[in-house]
Nanobody
Framework: QVQLVESGGGLVQPGGSLRLSCAAP????????MGWYRQAPGKQRELVAM???????NYAPFVSGRFAISRDWAKNTMYLQMNSLKPEDTAVYYC??????????????WGQGIQVTVSS
């Protein structure tokens, strides 16, 4: 069972920042595109951002320049720096590692999810 381990979530006030981390085994980190999805209560899981093996990136429109995704090859860890957080960013955030950059497939790897709550 491949483990993607997320960390860095929590409670933050509107306008604040958080950095999410996702650690992966090296054989996965070095060969897969990686990214973040999120799921708010009563809503479907949605893409937040992806980072290609080449380090090209893709963001959901709602990010609007507020988030930055990156990967640290020395630490086998991916990050999502989230700034200017809004209450509507409240969700469980999931790390993913996969073959396809733009599409999901049954063989994708997923983390267990981490809660991000934006509230005053």
């Amino acid at each position: 069972q491949v483990q993607l381990v997320e960390s860095g979530g929590g409670l933050v006030q509107p306008g604040g920042s958080l950095r999410l981390s996702c650690a992966a085994p090296s054989n996965i980190f070095n060969t897969k595109h990686m990214g973040w999805y999120r799921q708010a209560p009563g809503k479907q899981r949605e893409l937040v951002a992806m980072v290609h093996i080449s380090e090209a990136t893709n963001y959901a429109p709602f990010v609007s320049g507020r988030f930055a995704i990156s990967r640290d090859w020395a630490k086998n860890t991916m990050y999502l720096q989230m700034n200017s957080l809004k209450p509507e960013d409240t969700a469980v955030y999931y790390c993913t590692a996969r073959e396809r950059f733009y599409d999901t497939s049954p063989g994708d790897y997923w983390g267990q999810g981490i809660q991000v709550t934006v509230s005053s």
